[in-house]
């Protein structure tokens, strides 16, 4: 089956602007993590949910980041005023459930602020 | 704060020799280790995973060693072919939720 699907694979934008990131989690998965790898460092978490709701988001660096999963499937990463520091890859992972082991991560979004 | 530290940060290896990777940890609290393997514009996927009740695990070439009391584990890829060539992640997490990820090994086999 197909797995964690991630878009728009590469963003470039300026900075101030506002950015949404979508993820789409293989089907049947109700928990799903959102991380963020900077160049040359390891994935950093920033927010999981379970259902519909934000099981935990004390990874998201600040009050410009913010993430839904309105209908418990689909999450948007929404990144407001960004930042040239924001720049980075945006992970999705999706697991079967949130006690089960295996996180499936997508390919990922690389963004660019400029 | 950095949870998971992991060396080397790089390693070349030559075909058919071993690679072993480490990494130590400093939360007590944390009950699973997965090691993940990322190639370039990929996402990391899981390679192998070890639970802190046993010291040891194998699946084909590769193996993780724990050690508990040290808070430290550590990946052995057996026989390393040229395909093993990407970065390697030590990670931690409580209750199998959110990883704390070490900062990464470039691992290059080299024919």
């Known amino acids: 089956g197909a797995g964690v699907s991630q878009t728009p694979s590469n963003k470039v934008t300026e900075k101030g602007k506002y950015v949404e990131l979508r993820c789409d989690p293989i089907?049947?998965?109700?928990?799903l993590y959102w991380y963020r790898q900077s160049l040359g460092q390891g994935p950093e978490f920033l927010i999981y949910?379970?259902?519909?709701?934000?099981?935990?988001d004390s990874g998201l660096p600040n009050d410009r980041f913010f993430a839904v999963r309105p209908e418990g499937s689909v999450s948007t990463l929404k990144i407001q005023r960004t930042e040239r520091g924001d720049s980075a890859v945006y992970l999705c992972?999706?697991?079967?459930?949130?006690?089960?082991?295996?996180?499936?991560f997508g390919p990922g979004t690389r963004l660019t602020v400029l | 704060q950095q949870q998971v530290k992991q060396s080397p940060q790089s390693l070349i290896v030559q075909k058919g020799g071993i690679s072993i990777i480490n990494c130590a940890y400093e939360?007590?609290?944390?009950?699973?280790f997965p090691w993940y393997q990322q190639f370039p514009g990929k996402g990391p996927a899981l390679l192998i995973a070890?639970?802190?009740?046993?010291s040891e695990k194998k699946e084909g070439r590769f193996t993780i060693s724990f050690n508990k009391s040290a808070k430290q584990f550590s990946l052995h890829i057996m026989d390393s072919q040229p395909g093993d060539s990407a970065t390697y992640f030590c990670?931690?997490?409580?209750?199998?939720?959110?990883?704390?990820f070490g900062t990464g090994t470039r691992l290059l086999v080299s024919p």
């Open positions: 992972a999706s697991s079967l459930q949130l006690a089960s082991d295996e996180q499936f």
């Open positions: 089907s049947g998965h109700t928990a």
């Open positions: 949910f379970q259902g519909t709701g934000a099981a935990d």
């Open positions: 939360n007590t609290a944390f009950d699973y």
């Open positions: 070890i639970r802190p009740d046993v």
């Open positions: 990670a931690a997490s409580k209750g199998f939720q959110k990883l704390v």
